[in-house]
Nanobody
């Protein structure tokens, strides 16, 4: 059974940092392109960052570029999202997702087949 499990969400003050983890089971992350999405209350799901099948291409949504970093540990079958300089507008449920395409492209949610259950990130003082 293919499964993705996110963890690492928390309440953090503005300017703080968090590291989200996405652990895969039932498949190898190095065979998939993996992305992080987020969904804030009352808003649609938006792509945040994506790491391609080859692990050498990353795409970032404009508002997080320079603050968020995606990385992989293929041996641990895990993908991370390091989030620095967090802002209140980063508050959302964060999801990881996988697709078999070797390219991230525009990393729209409909392109991704497998999804985790999400982890809550709240940025507030």
């Amino acid at each position: 059974q293919l499964q993705l499990v996110e963890s690492g969400g928390d309440l953090v003050q503005p300017g703080g940092s968090l590291r989200l983890s996405c652990v895969a089971s039932g498949f190898s992350v190095d065979d998939y392109s993996i992305a992080w999405f987020r969904q804030a209350p009352g808003k649609g799901r938006e792509g945040v960052s994506c790491s391609s099948h080859f692990g050498d291409i990353t795409n970032y949504e404009d508002s997080v570029r320079g603050r968020f970093t995606i990385s992989r540990n293929n041996a641990a079958n895990t993908v991370f999202l390091q989030m620095d300089s967090l802002k209140p507008e980063d508050t959302a449920i964060y999801y990881c997702a996988a697709k078999t395409s070797p390219f991230c492209g525009g990393f729209q949610p409909l392109e991704f087949t497998y999804w985790g259950q999400g982890t809550q990130v709240t940025v507030s003082s």
